[in-house]
């Protein structure tokens, strides 16, 4: 399986993101999209900093016609968190920690690819932090980057395309 890496300087290790779902750069199925179940992706990482506290995930789109497009939004997952599954609720809070922010779509949680036109990459973007954030359910991809500044220990990314 092709990964990008993105890592920790001070570690010399690179914090993994993959998914049984899709592979680096290659297509998203059907049922993670609005075409299907638009079920969110199972996710799993490793090798986060030793010292990490919580992860940070977003999923944008770059290719959107408006802009980059977000689709998903979760931060304060707790250090001990190493996976999602498949369809994770949308739920503000998630029963095993986490804070669902707000889509593109003026939703809470997980809005699948549903692109216009052509192909587009999604980018789900993992952040190891060293603090949680504690901002409340519906945070931006914004206020969440801003929370974020001065935190993120490590980070790392998997992207998937898809086309209607």
């Known amino acids: 399986m092709k990964l990008v890496r993105f890592g920790d300087a001070n570690r010399g290790i690179a914090m993994i993101l993959k998914s049984t779902a899709f592979e680096e750069g290659m297509k998203i199925a ?20 030793k010292k990490t506290v919580s992860f940070s ?4 789109d770059p290719d959107a016609p408006a802009g980059t497009w977000v689709h998903w939004v979760l931060y304060d997952l707790p250090a001990a968190v190493t996976e999602l ?10 029963s095993a920690g986490g804070t669902h922010g707000s ?16 192909t587009h990459r999604y980018y789900f973007k993992l952040y190891a932090l060293d ?12 206020q969440v ?9 490590a980070e790392t990314q998997l992207m998937g395309r898809y086309r209607r």
């Open 30 to 49: 059907a049922k993670y999209t609005c075409d299907g179940a638009n079920f969110s992706p199972p996710l799993k990482w490793s090798d986060s900093p």
């Open 57 to 60: 995930l977003i999923c944008d």
């Open 85 to 94: 599954p498949e369809h994770v609720p949308a739920d503000n809070k998630l």
């Open 103 to 118: 889509n593109d779509f003026g939703n809470t949680g997980y809005g699948g690819p549903c692109p216009p036109r052509g």
């Open 131 to 142: 603090n949680m954030l504690g901002l409340e359910p519906g945070a931006t991809k914004q």
């Open 145 to 153: 980057l801003d929370a974020m500044k001065g935190h993120v220990l």
